[in-house]
């Protein structure tokens, strides 16, 4: 079975500034996708980024980006210029590629705050 | 653009009594999944249904039914509820053949007393 990792329950950023959330995970396939889900106060399960594992290129949405090593089962995201609204509980998700087994298992979360 | 519509959004019940919560999945899109949230918790996935077909399993206790109709709507059936059965409920969607993203519902938001 898979499992996420992220080490990292609390971080804080100043505004405007960059800061990294970490995740590992551990897998025995060879193919997966990867997601960073953000869950602001409402509770709402938003789609930041995703990574295809067969894709070697870092994904990038405008200011959240990735850094995938996929030797290592790791799986960073990269937010820059932190603004008052990243603020929430950041999940890594892991999906497998095979057909009938497309659940998300998540990390613990890590919940960011945005100082002013 | 069309989003995933879960209903009710509340819903307060007594231990032992029954829910039903709907999911209708973005058009077009084929299967669905069940997430369910307890308190501090990350989402812990129930079960899935694929062109009507239950897709895979997890860990959805035996007092809980699913099954997605034609219209591909879903409805998670929970029976006997119990205290610890509080939680947020989530749906997804995703298209099989798309960029394989599932997409979340606002979620229905469970109280057992």
């Known amino acids: 079975a898979q499992t996420v990792t992220q080490s990292q329950p609390e971080m804080s950023v100043q505004e405007a500034e960059t800061v990294t959330l970490s995740c590992t995970y551990d897998?025995?396939?060879?193919?997966?996708?990867l997601f960073w889900y953000k869950q602001p106060p409402s509770r709402q399960m938003i789609l930041v980024i995703r990574q295809e594992a067969y894709k070697q290129q870092n994904a990038t949405e405008n200011r959240f980006s990735v850094n995938f090593q996929k030797a290592a089962k790791s799986f960073s995201l990269k937010i820059s210029d932190s603004q008052l609204g990243d603020a929430a509980m950041y999940f890594c998700a892991y999906r497998s590629s095979n057909f009938g087994n497309e659940k998300l298992t998540f990390g613990t979360g890590t919940r960011l705050t945005i100082i002013p | 653009a069309a989003g995933v519509i879960q209903s009710p959004r509340h819903l307060i019940k007594e231990k032992r009594e029954t829910a039903t919560l709907k999911c209708y999945p973005i058009?077009?899109?084929?299967?669905v999944y069940w997430y369910q949230q307890g308190p501090g918790q990350d989402p812990q996935f129930l079960i899935s249904?694929?062109?009507?077909?239950?897709?895979d399993k997890g860990s959805i206790p035996d007092r809980f039914s699913a099954q997605q109709f034609s219209d591909y709507h879903s409805e998670l059936n929970m029976s006997s509820l119990e205290l610890g059965d509080s939680a947020l409920y989530f749906c997804a969607s995703s298209l099989s053949t798309g960029g394989h993203e599932q997409f979340f519902g606002p979620g229905t938001r469970l109280t057992v007393l």
């Open positions: 897998t025995s396939e060879s193919d997966y996708y």
């Open positions: 058009p077009r899109h084929d299967t």
């Open positions: 249904f694929y062109e009507k077909m239950q897709s």
